[in-house]
């Protein structure tokens, strides 16, 4: 078992600058328009010839009520006739994807996000999931990982016993946070037993995992108001929990300007509620995972990471990241193989594209060798907190000290100040850099300084 985190408040201080999540390595930041249709069409087909298994993402973009924190890719409506023409659109992306793959390559996972997939109507959802069926080969025993995100504002018991029918075995809850005037702040009022209901629900249908998120830092909240709402939701005893530092970036996102900064809480405080929640998190026998992320012992993340097979894609920590990743819907997000291409973000001109019988790919990027090199190593630090020079050099052909020689005096200081230990054989992230390990994995980012980090949120 990894040992738990180490608080140094000083070394966070010091560490805690903005940059990437790494979801991917390069990251979304770097994608540009030359990649199109054509580029997806080529690696489906290296893809069909593998025949690497899928994970399906299906981005549902409608919202009833806006939430002023978010930073997801959205549409507020109250209009739920709004779905139809979309749905059809997806079903035509569905088609036009699917033919290009062989039915025999299974669905080991599927995952719907938003948005608030549970917008769609009963009907709605019957429609998809049958359209999905007939052109994947999507798993009828109940071993794939099929999830979905819910509001609970948005769902009920015949809702989840819906999902359940529907073949899907892990829920992701909103919570965000249980206080009234933190609710208010941010335009989200959501009650401790509506979130319960639709956990008690998940449970009698023996869903196989449920999954809570929580933001720290929104306005309003103080540490000792944060601490009664992880207490709330360890009684609840998720499988999963994300707790997520919000990143307030008016200037991007319109709806955060409706968030009055004077009441967000202060550096000080946010540090405070993180150190408070991983204490409680990990008294209540909760394991960090990494990146925000805590899980039961007993969970399957917590377990890949203790045998070393936990990967991490845009879908974030993950056992499936074997998988060729399919993004289907309006912002969505593929990788497949090397290629990484993503949808139009904008709604009409997704459509628009798919009522011509052309697919909405906006931009991508290819991998080229050094991208790939290190990907590899991204992903050993921040899934593994450890990273043998051994495998990389069997894997790449390279001398890995040789190859990133120049990046020895940042890991020598970052050795000296405690956040690794540098053998001649291994980088190993101690227990009091655990917290820190996106700044470590940016020292090997060959992107990076080539933007403005304000477009990324904080480490902490």
């Known amino acids: 078992m990894l040992d738990a985190i180490r608080w140094d408040t000083d070394l966070i201080r010091r560490y805690d600058l903005a940059g990437p999540r790494y979801t991917s390595y390069p990251t979304a930041v770097q994608f540009n328009s030359q990649v199109g249709t054509f580029d997806l069409f080529h690696a489906l087909r290296d893809s069909r010839k593998a025949q690497r298994p899928l994970s399906l993402y299906v981005h549902v ?14 549409v507020i409506t109250k209009d739920r006739g709004r779905a139809q023409p979309y749905l059809q659109r997806l079903e035509q992306e569905i088609r036009l994807i699917a033919c290009h793959l062989d039915p025999t390559q299974k669905v080991e996972q599927l995952h719907f996000g938003g948005g608030t997939p549970t917008f769609l109507s009963h009907d709605e959802l019957r429609q998809l999931m049958a359209h999905l069926r ?43 946070d249980l206080d009234p005037a933190v609710q208010r702040a941010v335009n989200r009022l959501q009650s401790l037993e509506e979130t319960r209901a639709v956990i008690d629900a998940a449970r009698t249908l023996q869903f196989r995992s449920i999954n809570i998120d929580l933001i720290y830092g929104l306005p309003r909240q103080t540490p000792e108001n944060f601490a009664r709402t992880v207490d709330e939701v360890i009684r609840l005893q998720p499988d999963r929990l994300s707790v997520f530092n919000y990143a307030h970036l008016p200037e991007r996102f319109m709806p955060q300007r409706r968030i009055n900064s004077d009441e967000l809480p202060t550096p000080a405080q946010k540090l405070e ?31 890949a990471q203790e045998e070393s097979t936990l990967q991490r894609n845009f879908q974030g920590y993950t056992t499936h990241g074997h998988c060729d990743l399919i993004g289907l819907g309006v912002s969505a997000i593929s990788q497949i193989g090397d290629l990484y291409c993503q949808n139009s973000s904008d709604l009409n001109h997704y459509q628009n594209a ?93 992107y990076l300084e080539q933007h403005s980090r304000q477009r990324f949120s904080r480490v902490v």
């Open 61 to 74: 973009p409608f919202c009833a009520n806006i939430c002023y924190y978010c930073a997801c890719n959205k």
């Open 134 to 176: 007939k052109h994947f080969n999507l798993l009828d025993d109940d071993s794939g990982d099929y999830g979905i995100e819910i509001d609970p504002r948005e769902a009920d018991w015949s809702t989840m016993g819906l999902l359940r029918e529907l073949g899907f075995n892990r829920v992701s809850i909103g919570l965000q």
């Open 273 to 303: 509620m993180l150190q408070r929640t991983i204490e409680q998190l990990t008294t209540a026998g909760y394991r960090y995972i990494g990146m925000d992320h805590f899980a039961l012992p007993d969970d399957e993340l917590a377990i």
């Open 354 to 446: 798919l009522a011509s019988m052309q697919l909405a790919t906006s931009r991508g990027l290819l991998c080229n060798a050094d991208d790939r090199l290190r990907r590899a190593v991204i992903q050993q630090l921040i899934c593994h907190f450890s990273l043998e020079y051994a495998n990389i050099e069997q894997a790449f052909n390279i001398d890995f000290q040789g190859y990133f020689g120049e990046l020895w005096p940042q890991l020598q200081d970052m050795a000296k100040d405690g956040l690794i230990e540098l053998d001649r054989d291994r980088i190993t992230i101690l227990p009091t850099g655990r917290l820190l390990v996106r700044s470590v994995c940016m020292v090997f980012d060959a």
